[in-house]
């Protein structure tokens, strides 16, 4: 099996390192600067549990010198993926599987949906249909990630914990070609699910993250903060209660109640949430597949989402402000 992990960072590099371990599974890497030269000169390191182990993939920055393979791996966020669309073609064949391991929803969400919004677009995480025209959505396989990893160095990769990565087809079939991925995740020693409603899976992660981002963003507070002060507590409720209805709707369910899902997240500790980390590092902050994805449903499905009107307003607003909002050229313009 020939494996394309497009977008090397923290999550892409122990799906790697993992991968490159698996006999019969040949592993490239799409990376860039330091991250790329340091792969080159001296592999791929990963620390785990104090041990480090080095693989040596195949790395670029440019998917044409890889060329068609079996599987890609698209460990980018939401927006990078939407502006790399096109670069990934050099890495299709005619049966090449994307597993979209983005967090928020996914611009195939939509895709054999049962019901009257089969086949709807997201213009949130899908401004101009690019990745379903440029990927198209019979390739997507959903993937809820769920380990936590960082750069440490260029080239070094250390996990922190998890290695969970549930996998899902949009129409809820255990097909072949995600049976095949699943096994060969599983002998790299993930734990990799086959699950028949990955939406729900998705919409479960979603529901923290659509909350305790933006206000964490706003606030500067810490997960145990966000979701223990009474106000930013309420208002985070407030916006998962907003979310669970449209959710609902669309067919998806949760296999937790809210209090319990916001007192898990207190008990995390002083956390800062990726999108407070971005903040701070001034980088592009993970918006519109978190948050405006979640209030464009809204107005597809007729359901009202208020207090995430508002959060999502204010966080665009700062994020504005900072120049830290990726842009989307409009439709003609080329990204």
């Known amino acids: 099996m020939k494996v394309c992990i497009f977008g090397a960072g923290a999550i892409g590099g122990i799906l790697a390192a993992g991968l490159a371990q698996v006999d019969g599974v040949e592993v490239s ?9 340091a792969i080159r000169d001296k592999g791929l390191t990963l620390i785990k549990d104090g041990a480090e182990t080095v693989c040596h993939p195949a790395a670029t920055a440019d998917p044409g010198e890889i060329g068609p393979v079996d599987v890609i791996f698209n460990c ?32 195939w969400y939509f895709h054999q949906l049962a019901g009257p919004f089969e086949g709807r677009r997201l213009d949130a995480v899908d401004r101009n249909d690019r990745q379903w025209s440029a990927i ?49 995740m599983e002998e790299a020693g993930f734990r990799a699910p086959i699950l028949d409603d990955i939406r729900s899976e998705l919409w479960l992660k979603l529901w923290g993250n659509l909350c305790f981002n933006p ?5 500067r507070g810490t997960l145990d903060v966000v979701a223990s002060h009474p106000t930013s507590r309420a208002t985070a409720k407030a916006m998962m209660l907003e ?30 949430t990726s999108m407070l980390q971005d903040l701070e590092a001034g980088k592009a902050l ?22 995430l009107d508002v959060v999502l307003g204010l966080v665009q607003q700062l994020a504005m402000n900072a120049g830290l909002y990726p842009t989307y050229p409009d439709e003609g313009e080329t990204a």
């Open 29 to 37: 890497v799409i990376a860039r600067g330091a991250h790329l030269a």
């Open 76 to 107: 980018l966020k939401a927006h990078q993926a939407w502006e790399s669309a096109e670069k990934m073609l050099p890495l299709m064949g005619p049966d090449t599987a994307v597993v979209c391991c983005q967090n928020g929803v996914p611009w």
């Open 136 to 184: 198209g959505p019979e390739r997507a396989i959903g993937c809820s990630v769920y380990p936590a990893a960082e750069i440490t160095a260029p080239g070094v990769i250390k996990h922190t914990y998890g290695d969970k990565f549930a996998l899902g087809e949009p129409d809820g079939t255990a097909s072949p070609r995600i049976q095949k991925i699943s096994a060969v």
């Open 215 to 219: 206000i964490s963003a706003l606030t």
């Open 243 to 272: 979310a669970q209805v449209i959710a609902e709707s669309l067919g998806a369910s949760f296999r937790v109640d809210v209090e319990r899902r916001i007192n898990g997240a207190a008990k995390v500790g002083k956390h800062r």
């Open 286 to 307: 993970e918006i519109d597949a978190l948050v405006t994805a979640v209030q464009e449903m809204g107005r597809i499905t007729g359901h009202p989402t208020p207090t």
